[in-house]
Nanobody, 123 residues
């Protein structure tokens, strides 16, 4: 089992920044690829970014490329999502998730999920 707890969400004006953190406990954190997803009201959950076990490979959705950066610190069992130049359309609940084999963007390949943190961007 891996337990994931997100933090860092909040209310920010358009153009602002937030840094989300996802702290993991349980099994060896570095065994897992990690992903960030978001879900806005009335919309399906979508992948935002993923990162492999070592942090050497990342993926970003086109909608956030150039604005968001994901990183991880395996010594601290934590993965981060730095979000810059936020837009109102970034408003959503953000989730982190863990997958045993990094690469798939399908949410069903992620075995463990956090409870989510709300990000609200005002115009």
């Amino acid at each position: 089992q891996v337990q994931l707890v997100e933090s860092g969400g909040g209310l920010v004006q358009a153009g602002g920044s937030l840094r989300l953190s996802c702290a993991a406990s349980g099994r060896t954190f570095s065994d897992y690829g990690m992903g960030w997803f978001r879900q806005a009201p009335g919309k399906e959950r979508e992948v935002v970014a993923t990162i492999n076990w070592s942090g050497s490979i990342t993926y970003y959705a086109e909608s956030v490329k150039g604005r968001f950066t994901t990183s991880r610190d395996n010594a601290k069992n934590t993965v981060y999502l730095q979000m810059n130049n936020l837009k109102p359309e970034d408003t959503a609940v953000y989730y982190c998730a863990a997958q045993r084999i990094w690469g798939s963007l399908d949410p069903r390949s992620f075995m463990y999920w956090g409870q989510g943190t709300q990000v609200t961007v005002s115009s």
